[in-house]
């Protein structure tokens, strides 16, 4: 490592380091919850109402559901992927 980084590659003292201090801690290689806004926009009255809108109006367009249900597109797309489980339905 150190021919292709040079001076500002890690000695491995410091890796054996770490990686004892990683065993010791017992720690996740799974991403810590982060700071910053959470995500309200998708709540079940939420997931109902949109649920209700596309099985009403089948060929409603992803911008008029976020309109109506009164979120983000994107926060659209997520409900109707990951939260209501639709691949596709007949949107023009």
Request: aromatic share 6%; with cysteine; charged share 30%.
């Amino acid at each position: 490592m150190t021919a292709m980084y040079g001076e500002d590659c890690i000695s491995l003292a410091t890796v054996k380091r770490w990686n004892k201090r990683f065993r010791e801690r017992g720690e996740s290689c799974k991403d810590d919850t982060r700071q910053g806004q959470s995500h309200l926009a998708i709540t079940p009255d939420t997931i109902a109402h949109a649920d209700e809108l596309i099985r009403q109006e089948w060929r409603i367009s992803v911008d008029e559901l976020a309109e109506r249900v009164n979120i983000s597109h994107g926060s659209v797309h997520s409900l109707i992927h990951d939260h209501l489980g639709y691949r596709r339905w007949c949107s023009e």
